[in-house]
């Protein structure tokens, strides 16, 4: 299918994706749990950047086409400004939630919106609003305003698959060769340079999706499943008793797939089984499927097409989600009511930003939605 083609008719295969990702995401950050890890070597996370990258190339490759590169590059970074002014806001938002809540215990509040070090001071935010540091939850708007920065500069690229595989893998490799510590990252749960080449073979997925169509489906599917498998297989392991000695009894091929379990610079393991679970999605879960028109579905569509003002909600109702729970001691009957108050929250964040697009975003931008 032509690329403009592909335009015309947004696939909501990737919505309901990136919908049931949000969802994993608020669980992950509430409960500490991260699902998808829990059955492969990547996890929410990585489906997430991976479809961003596909959406910013629904989004602006188009315009790209039609202006060229300087006009779409601005479009870019009026959505990377739109991306830094949530950001903003949902620190803003936290500390104020914070302070309010200090005579409830300060260190409680804090630890359940992941905040860490020192009570909150003026010097704190403000390395809090020039992105130099990021508390746990709120690491990845900062690393989605780099993403798209390094989209903005690429976008010449594109046409050109492998040239732009080539620098991007470069750029991922330079990352590991590196010593963790010495990263300017260190210590913010994501590394931009290597977690690029995530968002870019969304991009080169979305971009060049012809060429996918045109390779045989029976090796790779084969290739997915035993990936997947391998996974599913070997975490258990992993989860018991010390991990590095697990390694030791494994072969090479799964000691290299269950290496993602490193989520900072993003391992081999991590980008194989994304791969194969994106091929496997692409493969078999069908966008003309009945089931997709059904109400659930929609609602997770609905999640994943408005998902800045979503996952900005969510870390808020995280947090909120979190305390409650330290103050009620984690129990059962907490967890549940937690877990549904949380979920339908986001769900009608989304359908107000869906129903209200003029108020929420400036109407030049509400194409551009899908793009995070």
């Known amino acids: 299918m032509p690329f403009m ?37 990547c996890d929410a996370a990585d489906v997430f ?21 300087w006009p779409t590059a601005k479009a870019v970074l009026r959505r990377v400004r739109t991306i830094y002014l949530a950001n903003l806001l949902l620190i803003v938002s936290i500390a104020a939630t914070l302070m309010l809540h200090r005579r409830f215990g300060w260190q409680e509040m804090q630890d359940a919106f992941g905040w860490g070090g020192e009570p909150l001071s003026i010097l704190g935010l ?7 540091d990021r ?21 010449p690229m594109i046409k050109r698959p492998l040239a732009t595989l080539a620098l991007s893998a470069t750029v991922w490799a330079g990352a590991h060769a590196m010593h963790p510590g010495s990263s300017v990252f260190a210590g913010n749960g994501f590394n931009p340079v290597a977690w ?22 029976f090796p790779l599917d084969i290739l ?6 391998a996974g599913l297989a070997a975490h258990p392991l992993l989860r018991s008793g010390d991990p590095w000695m697990t390694y030791d009894q494994l072969g090479l091929p799964l000691r290299v797939l269950l290496r993602g379990s490193n989520k900072f610079d993003v391992d081999p393991g991590r980008l ?26 929609g609602i997770l569509i609905m999640l994943g097409q408005r998902s800045l003002p ?37 769900v009608v964040i989304a359908w107000i930003s869906a129903l209200w697009p003029r108020v929420i975003w400036r109407p030049g931008e509400r194409v551009l939605i899908g793009a995070m």
């Open 135 to 155: 508390p746990k939850h709120l690491e990845i708007l900062p690393l989605y305003i780099m993403l798209l920065g390094w989209f903005a500069v690429l976008l």
């Open 310 to 346: 979503v996952f900005t909600a969510g870390i808020l109702l995280t947090g909120l989600g979190r305390w409650l729970l330290l103050a009620w001691h984690s129990s059962a009957i907490a967890e549940i009511l937690v877990t549904i108050a949380g979920l339908a929250g986001i």
């Open 49 to 69: 950047v991976f479809l961003s990258g596909i959406s910013a190339t629904l989004a602006y490759t188009g315009k790209l086409e039609r202006l060229g590169w």
């Open 272 to 297: 194989i089984a994304l791969l194969a679970f994106a091929w496997t999605v692409w493969r078999h879960l069908g966008a003309d499927a009945p089931w997709m028109r059904r109400n659930w579905a």
């Open 5 to 41: 083609q592909l335009l015309k008719r947004r696939d909501p295969r990737i919505d309901f994706v990136r919908g049931i990702c949000l969802c994993c995401i608020f669980l992950d950050h509430t409960f500490d749990q991260l699902i998808l890890h829990s059955f492969a070597a």
């Open 126 to 132: 403000l390395r809090l609003v020039l992105l130099i």
């Open 224 to 229: 997915a499943y035993c990936v997947m498998a």
């Open 196 to 217: 690029q080449l995530t968002f870019m073979l969304g991009v080169l997925c979305c971009r060049h999706a012809g060429v996918l169509r045109r390779i045989p489906p």
